[in-house]
């Protein structure tokens, strides 16, 4: 029944470390998106795909790369963690990208010590 | 840089009242709006949408949208405890990207 879902919910590592975090929804819906809540509740567009393909890829360091192995699949690679990376990780998928909302999947919380 | 702005609150409402949460935009070519309800730990829901201006009700909720003023608000009747979670408003980049963006959401706190 879940429509977004994502794994690991908690993530606790240390800073250097690489880790994942997998998305997959079952709505059929084409695009897909990886956002970043800080602690101040704010939630920000990381990157997007549409049909597997990179349509937006904000201001994020390189040590995040997005691999979307088909259109239901969305996983986030995080290189070298630091401290500032400790967040809320959510994926999000829509029908179409365009003004459109966002399902949004139930987040990982990841901790860098 | 392209914003959405809402009062961060706590908004304190008691139960019964009507809560009125607003949101302001900086993009005039945005066309799509949204509201999402997140409860603490929780991940963010549609509450409404709306695109053209004037109101839009879905039950107890209702979302108003005056784009010559760049304004969109939320007002939720009849406010019971379960309403209380941050309430955040959305709003489409405009032009080709497909950019939602969000405010920082309202506490909104119902007092039973």
């Known amino acids: 029944d879940t429509a977004v879902s994502q794994t690991p919910k908690y993530l606790v590592t240390q800073m250097g470390n690489d880790k994942s975090i997998k998305c997959e929804q079952n709505?059929?819906?084409?695009?897909m998106y990886w956002y970043k809540q800080d602690s101040k509740k704010f939630l920000k567009i990381m990157f997007s795909y549409n049909n597997k393909e990179l349509i937006i890829n904000e201001t994020v360091p390189n040590r995040f790369s997005p691999k979307s192995p088909d259109k239901a699949h969305l996983n986030l690679h995080i290189n070298s963690l630091e401290l500032g990376d400790s967040a809320v990780y959510f994926c999000a998928s829509s029908q179409v990208p365009v003004a459109s909302y966002r399902f949004f999947g139930p987040g990982t919380r990841l901790t860098v010590l | 840089q392209k914003e959405v702005e809402q009062n961060s609150g706590p908004l304190s409402v008691p139960e019964g009242a009507i809560a009125s949460l607003n949101c302001t935009y900086s993009d005039r070519g945005s066309q799509s709006f949204f509201w999402y309800r997140q409860y603490s730990g929780k991940s963010p829901e549609l509450i409404m949408f709306?695109?053209?201006?004037g109101d839009k009700e879905d039950g107890r909720f209702t979302a108003q949208l005056n784009k010559a003023s760049q304004y969109v608000s939320l007002l939720i009747r009849d406010s019971q405890p379960s309403d209380s979670a941050t309430y955040l408003c959305?709003?489409?980049?405009?032009?080709?990207?497909?950019?939602?963006?969000f405010g920082t959401g309202t506490l909104l706190a119902v007092q039973p």
């Open positions: 709306i695109y053209s201006n």
């Open positions: 709505l059929g819906h084409d695009t």
């Open positions: 959305a709003a489409d980049y405009g032009g080709a990207t497909n950019k939602l963006i």
